[in-house]
């Protein structure tokens, strides 16, 4: 639809607008409604932003009717099945797939960001045992920003380059650490001679007092979990880093933005807030009685794992990660798992039920991935940790991709105003 645009008539004016198409390479055009308010003196409206683009991006395309999700042009299921999470870290910053050096260099640059300063380990200790590890990711990723003050000149590619290399390498330290704290066990430190995942599995589980052998099993799923979570275009918590980005803030601080956001049982949190459900469910014979609940307008429950604003056929990662439960269980004897079965079971109920159906609502990505941590001996309350370390790459991405942009400028929403007009001050004797 090159040079097309929709014609904007005023009702009461009769002024018209010309509002040009942006077309991009794949999915659905926009319209540029930038001159509106200037031309016309009026908003667009949308609240959840369930029809609007706020950017253009190169990174991530998703095809939510077909449930097409791709990485830089390469299907996700391929970089599954064939990549890993570090390469497609470097695919996901730099915009191709490294050669063999490049991707020497980038594993070398991230195995050597690791460690934390020891000042920032004290932080730890100023939570509870019991708070919850993304309250203490929010808080001491924050913390980053007091201590990368002076490699942060946004404008410099190299200092946004450390800035993202940085990030990626710490945030499974941060995590590890966090979950450390919380059973009261000492911080394990990185060892360079493991690779990403398995050197986070040690961070994790290994105590001073013994060895500890990461098991590959384990480390596969979790490279193959983090490429799956590594990116997915504007959802809520990258929104969130280009708009604190956007006022330029200190990048470190940025990505906090992004874990707080990612946080909530709408977003991330479903795959913790599924696990829980699961568990409140306890038996198959229970599913009519939960789905009814999920129908019913006056319940606050909701199918946890399911649904997706962009998703109206399968979530392919969901997909991907039912499958990989199969594996991983098998490998775990944990064959009759009775969440997983309890979920195929719920799945399959829920996607013969009309009202499903009728709402497109199909599993996505949180509604097995808590199975699969959950057979590696991962916590509930870390699961939503674990989505933030994969997408701590997604976001340092579109952070950067905004900061390379020339054309980027401080995000700043309009509201329709329904307060009170204008009226006089009472004195306090007169109320
Ligand atoms: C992620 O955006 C991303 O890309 C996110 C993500 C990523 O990788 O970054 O994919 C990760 O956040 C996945 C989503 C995880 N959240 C959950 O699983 C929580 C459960 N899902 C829902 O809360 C909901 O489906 C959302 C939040 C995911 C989507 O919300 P929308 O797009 O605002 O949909 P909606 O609330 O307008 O629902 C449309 C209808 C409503 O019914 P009606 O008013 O039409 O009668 O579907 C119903 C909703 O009540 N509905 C559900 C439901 N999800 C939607 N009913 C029961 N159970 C559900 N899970």
Same mark, same amino acid.
């Given at each position: 639809m090159a040079n097309k645009a929709f014609t904007l008539t005023h009702p009461d004016t009769g002024q018209t607008s010309e509002l040009p198409l942006v077309t991009g390479t794949l999915g659905t055009p926009a319209i540029d409604v930038r001159g509106i308010n200037k031309d016309q003196g009026i908003f667009t409206f949308d609240p959840a932003f369930t029809s609007t683009c706020s950017c253009e991006s190169a990174i991530t395309y998703i095809d939510g009717e077909n449930g097409v999700l791709m990485y830089r042009g390469y299907p996700v299921d391929q970089l599954a099945e064939k990549s890993s999470f570090l390469e497609v870290a470097y695919l996901i910053l730099y915009g191709e797939l490294p050669t063999p050096a490049q991707l020497d260099e980038f594993v070398e640059a991230i195995t050597q960001h690791t460690m934390l300063n020891e000042s920032l380990i004290k $932080? $730890? @200790?100023? $939570? !509870? %045992?019991?708070? !919850?590890p993304m309250a203490m990711l929010t808080g001491i990723v924050g913390s980053l920003s007091a201590f990368y003050h002076d490699t942060t000149d946004i404008n410099n590619p190299q200092h946004r380059e450390i800035f993202a290399r940085r990030m990626i390498a710490k945030i499974p330290t941060i995590a590890a650490a966090a979950y450390k704290h919380s059973i009261g066990q000492p911080k394990i430190y990185p060892s360079n001679d493991l690779d990403y995942c398995s050197n986070f599995l040690r961070m994790l589980f290994a105590v001073p007092a013994e060895r500890y052998e990461v098991d590959p099993v384990a480390a596969k799923a979790l490279d193959v979990l983090f490429i799956l979570h590594a990116d997915h275009e504007q959802n809520a918590s990258t929104s969130t880093v280009r708009l604190a980005g956007s006022t330029g803030c200190n990048p470190y601080a940025a990505i906090s933005t992004g874990i707080a956001a990612l946080w909530g049982p709408a977003h991330g949190g479903a795959n913790e807030a599924v696990l829980n459900m699961l568990g409140e469910i306890g @038996? +198959?014979?229970n599913v009519p009685r939960f789905l009814e609940k999920a129908k019913d307008?006056? @319940? /606050?429950f909701r199918l946890m794992g399911f649904g997706h604003? +962009? %998703?109206? &056929?399968?979530d392919p990662r969901a997909t991907i990660i039912r499958g990989y439960c199969h594996q991983v269980l098998e490998h775990y004897n944990m064959q009759n798992n009775q969440l997983f079965e309890l979920a195929l079971e719920l799945e399959r109920i829920a996607l013969e039920d009309d009202y499903f159906k009728e709402r497109k609502l199909y599993p996505n990505v949180d509604f097995y991935s808590g199975i699969i941590y959950q057979a590696l001996g991962? /916590? +509930? &309350?870390?699961f939503t940790p674990m989505f933030a370390i994969a997408r701590t790459v997604g976001w340092a991405a579109h952070w950067t991709e905004m900061q390379q942009d020339p054309g980027m400028r401080i995000g700043r929403p309009r509201q329709v105003y329904t307060g009170q007009t204008q009226r006089e001050y009472v004195p306090a004797d007169q109320r």
């Amino acid at each position: 639809m090159a040079n097309k645009a929709f014609t904007l008539t005023h009702p009461d004016t009769g002024q018209t607008s010309e509002l040009p198409l942006v077309t991009g390479t794949l999915g659905t055009p926009a319209i540029d409604v930038r001159g509106i308010n200037k031309d016309q003196g009026i908003f667009t409206f949308d609240p959840a932003f369930t029809s609007t683009c706020s950017c253009e991006s190169a990174i991530t395309y998703i095809d939510g009717e077909n449930g097409v999700l791709m990485y830089r042009g390469y299907p996700v299921d391929q970089l599954a099945e064939k990549s890993s999470f570090l390469e497609v870290a470097y695919l996901i910053l730099y915009g191709e797939l490294p050669t063999p050096a490049q991707l020497d260099e980038f594993v070398e640059a991230i195995t050597q960001h690791t460690m934390l300063n020891e000042s920032l380990i004290k $932080f $730890f @200790d100023g $939570f !509870h %045992y019991d708070a !919850h590890p993304m309250a203490m990711l929010t808080g001491i990723v924050g913390s980053l920003s007091a201590f990368y003050h002076d490699t942060t000149d946004i404008n410099n590619p190299q200092h946004r380059e450390i800035f993202a290399r940085r990030m990626i390498a710490k945030i499974p330290t941060i995590a590890a650490a966090a979950y450390k704290h919380s059973i009261g066990q000492p911080k394990i430190y990185p060892s360079n001679d493991l690779d990403y995942c398995s050197n986070f599995l040690r961070m994790l589980f290994a105590v001073p007092a013994e060895r500890y052998e990461v098991d590959p099993v384990a480390a596969k799923a979790l490279d193959v979990l983090f490429i799956l979570h590594a990116d997915h275009e504007q959802n809520a918590s990258t929104s969130t880093v280009r708009l604190a980005g956007s006022t330029g803030c200190n990048p470190y601080a940025a990505i906090s933005t992004g874990i707080a956001a990612l946080w909530g049982p709408a977003h991330g949190g479903a795959n913790e807030a599924v696990l829980n459900m699961l568990g409140e469910i306890g @038996d +198959v014979s229970n599913v009519p009685r939960f789905l009814e609940k999920a129908k019913d307008k006056n @319940d /606050p429950f909701r199918l946890m794992g399911f649904g997706h604003r +962009v %998703y109206k &056929n399968f979530d392919p990662r969901a997909t991907i990660i039912r499958g990989y439960c199969h594996q991983v269980l098998e490998h775990y004897n944990m064959q009759n798992n009775q969440l997983f079965e309890l979920a195929l079971e719920l799945e399959r109920i829920a996607l013969e039920d009309d009202y499903f159906k009728e709402r497109k609502l199909y599993p996505n990505v949180d509604f097995y991935s808590g199975i699969i941590y959950q057979a590696l001996g991962i /916590p +509930v &309350n870390m699961f939503t940790p674990m989505f933030a370390i994969a997408r701590t790459v997604g976001w340092a991405a579109h952070w950067t991709e905004m900061q390379q942009d020339p054309g980027m400028r401080i995000g700043r929403p309009r509201q329709v105003y329904t307060g009170q007009t204008q009226r006089e001050y009472v004195p306090a004797d007169q109320r």
